[in-house]
């Protein structure tokens, strides 16, 4: 009995073996693969930070930090400074997003509290196919029909209306050209809108129904709700999808080119002319005929590289200090 159960366990423990290698194998496969991964997105973002330093290093070692502090930018005597379109790319993506958060989770808010339940998803869909328009038709869209009704309605108002008040007559003073900052600022805001209001729909969406239902059990509105229940529950993803926004209005190219206007200089008026950093690199690129002028070009995309990337991580920054003051 001892030999015949032996013959009869033994193909058994040999086609579990051989199971559990391949386990073991596959398994050891997919760590390799999966920090390959990791490792290649690292070299990547080290190769781009390279290339860019490369690429830029004659411009400033030639201008050295006066290539940020100044808003002269001459190709005729090769004179390159970065602060005018530092300052457009600033002011225009932090006008848009102080636009676009507020209206983006109040329609995420209105889709999963408020809406009746046949017109989310029409709506939700409509919502997203706003992020598939391509940024050009953006452009074109606000070049020839949103630029001239500012010109002609919208700015000569604000402007009559802040005339006479000390700061505001400033910053939003005339003539009204239609194009500008606020122009540029107000197309990437409904830009930005799909993205932010998708993200935030999605994991509004995430909520257990019990907190909610328990919250309006004890006589909760729907704006103590979702203050106090569904916006704490979900903080870390619409900080994702403010981020995501964020990250589009400070690259976004060919939709700001067409209505900022593309000048190299720094108004106090939102209703100036004014231009970004991809507006400038989209324009001159092609231009660029000598070293100095195409590393100066470089060097810009250089500083929305780390502009960038000292926004994202000062967003994380900002996250952890919310969870370790939550006790998440």
Known sequence: MSAVSQAATSPAMRTREATVR?????????????????ILVLVLLGGVAISLIAGSWEALSKFGIS?????SWNPVTEN????????GTIVTSAIAIIIAVPIGIGIAVFLTELC?????????????????IPS???GIWGLFVFAPFLQTTIQPFIIW???????LNSLFAGPPYGIGLLTSSLILAIMVLP?????????????????KESAYGIGCTTWEVTRRVTIPYTRVGIMGGVMLGLGRALGETMAV???IGNAHRISASLFAPGTTISATIANEFTEADGAIYTSSLVALGLILFIITFIILALARYMLLRIDSRTGA
């Open 257 to 259: 080119t067409f209505v």
């Open 116 to 132: 009746p339940r046949p017109l989310r998803r029409p709506i939700g869909i409509a919502v997203e196919l706003l992020a598939g």
């Open 22 to 38: 391949r386990f073991a194998f596959t398994d050891m496969v997919f760590r390799a693969a999966t920090r390959a991964s990791a």
């Open 67 to 71: 290539f940020l502090t100044t808003g």
């Open 80 to 87: 390159f400074g970065a602060l005018a379109p530092i300052y």
């Open 161 to 167: 209306l802040f005339k006479g008040i000390p700061g």
């Open 195 to 211: 993205f932010i209001t998708s993200i935030t729909k999605d994991v509004f969406d995430t909520v257990p129904a019990v907190l």
């Open 136 to 138: 050009i038709i953006y």
